[in-house]
């Protein structure tokens, strides 16, 4: 695997790092949506289990998880930044566009994977501490390093290192993860595919180009359609779980079945539509757009109906569960 | 830019500035890091449980061991009887 060297990805008039830069090594929009999830598996493990935290404690676990995230976008960054300088949606990337060097970017990976690691085993526990070293390695390595330009399941296996957060938010408050924080490790881990997929239908272009093996480019658009819709189709029942286990209630339950219609509902558009196909259909890249901007609401909701239920008292248990 | 070795590279005055704040960021990053760590460290402390007698310190306690001795039997009768005739 090559590298091109970052002189060659710069323009000519030069450009000094700001801040800013560095905060998008972190990747700060994945970093939001971890940081969530993160927060409603400590919430929820804390409206389950009754054991209290101190919340000046959690919230210093809460920033680790967020740093920890920063930290393996950071190292994937630096690893992927020859890619990123061919692709166009990356190619303002802060090492492509010759902001900050490679070298700073593996750097500030591998310090702040430390610092995150280091301040939630001071903060909370050992298990939450090397849950939180394992899915940055998961994918800052595994992912990154292994398997992203290897196989078109990529994602797929790849996805899991996005559906850590909940379980270390659980370990966090009980040092253990239970069944009820791997469900939620699991919604995360189905709703990954159809949610990239559904963006690798519009870019699957640029991945070819970037010889990435991403589904669309490897087995073509129709075979990446159908993966979405059984992906859809496995996580709508699949995010119910939880109120079989008791960890959700009523409100979640409701929220899960309707978001799990709709989601689906758009993933049938996606099948049916002709996204992905070249040269582009305008009919069949909206609908992939939808799908995957709704995926985004999706999570977010779901996650937020576990926290209004737990930390808000709004938990009301399903009849005869 | 020229560089000869050993002398530091000649900055203009944008780099010199983009440096400034970064160095600047750099330290604020340093220092609040020190401070979680600090305020982690004493919230743990404050959580944790102290010491038999009170006090903060489970190891080399300062005290007087004469006192915590416990008595001890006389010679006499601290001989337990060995067997018998």
Redesign the interface.
Known sequence: MSHVDTADMTSDA?R????GD?VQLMKPRIMMLVVFTGLAGLVSAVGVTGVSV?P??AA?AT?AIALGSGAAGAINMWYDADIDAIMKRTSTRPIPSGAVPREEAIALGLVMSG?SV??MW??SNAVAAALLALSIAYYGWFYTMLLKRRTPQNIVIGGAAGAFPPVIGWAVVTGSAPLDAWLLFVIIFFWTPPHFWALSLLAHGEYKKANVPMLPVTHGAKTTRNQILAYSLLLAPLALAPVLTGLAGIIYAAAAAVLGLVFVKLAVDVWRSDAGAVPVQPEGAKAAKRLFAFSILYLFLLFAALILEHGFGAYFAMPGI | MTKTPGTPPQLDERARQAQKKRNLWLALALFGFVILVGVTTIVRLADSELGPDGGFYWSNPPQDNSKSMPDLPADNESQPEEGGD
């Open positions: 030069p000094y790092a700001t801040a560095y101190n000046l404690m210093i920033l610092v280091l301040l001071l903060a």
